[in-house]
């Protein structure tokens, strides 16, 4: 009879054990079910919001200029406004296209709300994107396009018309030269859709005109003393043949300054400098002669980009690209604008 009993108490904690299994699984596939929608998919979110945050990843693609810096001090500080709101996770991929995609997939391993991804190149994050999209987390691209389709591999795209940022520095251009310039072209990373852009709406504007040419295109990667480099060369091949440099960003510019300089060239003078961004020390340099244009590329993208998540959640349609507003300065406003600029 004791043996019956027992075998009975045992039968009853094994049922039980069992029915406490089950429960724990469904709750489990309850919580990967709901999400923050990846891609264009459902609204939702609240995988790591204990105490009502939602956790947000931001995937950099590196922090070696005023602009990269500008644009993540940004996304920090509106984070910051709402501490209670989100908690943001930011990762550095160093300039390394594989190590960022890596980045995103350790953000969806994570299992954060949603993701920022500033890519460094269009190609290289399919895969990292899929991730994201079969994880139901919602990417939003940020300064710079990747492949896919807005709505389907990712949210949304925020970012500044790179073609006709292109378009205004020729512009510029043309009226201050009089339709005729001898053109070194410093071009920004391979494979980025900022330079393909910032390239394209210059060379569709300067088409219009016979007598300016591109003389000689190099890419200094976005990078000073990279440009100052490559400008260093070209001023040994084409020397006084140059009467303009366009650089795809202030950084280069500044290095194209440099080289000028060492090689008894007057920049801003001798040779026009035209560039993109609109950063202190290019503002500053115009000035000072040295420089004299650069259109403005917004990095401030933390109000904009939070504000378009939000939306995202609330079940609003975005469109395919959400644009950012840029201004052109040069001699008659640099000094307005010199103190507010990054």
């Not at 330079?195 to 210059?202: E, L, N």
């Not at 400098?273 to 993208?301: C, H, W, Y």
Request: net charge neutral.
């Amino acid at each position: 009879m004791k043996s019956t009993v027992g075998g009975r108490k045992s039968l009853a904690v094994l049922v039980a054990l069992l029915f406490a299994c089950a429960l724990a699984l469904g709750g489990c596939r309850k919580e990967s079910s709901s999400g923050g929608g990846g891609g264009g998919g459902v609204a939702g979110g609240g995988r790591n919001n204990a105490g009502g945050k939602k956790v947000i990843g931001f995937s950099q693609m590196e922090m070696d200029g005023p602009w990269r810096i500008a644009e993540t001090e940004s996304i920090k500080g509106e984070a910051a406004k709402k501490p209670d709101k989100y908690d943001l996770r930011v990762t550095v991929a160093q300039g390394d296209t594989a190590k960022q995609a890596a980045n995103v997939e350790d953000l969806v391993a994570q299992r954060v709300d949603a993701i920022f991804l500033a890519p460094r190149e269009t190609v290289g994050f399919e895969q990292a994107l899929a991730t994201a999209k079969s994880a139901n987390i919602p990417v939003i691209l940020v300064d710079r396009e990747a492949s896919g389709a807005a709505g389907d591999d990712f949210v949304t795209v925020l970012k500044s018309d790179f073609i006709k940022q292109g378009q205004r520095a020729a512009e510029w251009l043309a009226t201050a030269s009089n339709g005729k310039a001898n053109i070194v072209e410093l071009s920004g990373t391979s494979g980025a859709s900022v330079t393909a852009d910032r390239g394209k709406g210059f060379r569709d504007e300067i088409a219009k005109h016979p007598e300016m040419k591109i003389i000689q295109t190099q890419t200094g990667d976005f990078n000073r003393a990279k440009a100052r480099d490559v400008m260093q060369n070209i001023i040994q091949a084409r020397g006084k043949e140059i009467t303009a440099v366009y650089a795809h960003n202030d950084e280069m510019a500044l290095g194209a300054i440099q080289a000028l300089e060492a090689a008894g060239m007057k920049p801003g003078t001798d040779v026009l400098i035209i560039s993109v961004d609109g950063q202190k020390s290019a503002l500053q340099a115009i000035l000072d002669g040295k420089m004299n244009v650069t259109i403005e590329s917004n990095p401030r993208f933390g109000p904009l980009a939070f504000a378009t998540l939000e939306k995202f959640w609330s079940g609003e349609k975005l469109p395919p690209i959400v644009g950012i507003e840029d201004r052109l300065f040069d001699k008659t406003n640099a000094a307005q604008f010199l103190n507010e600029a990054y």
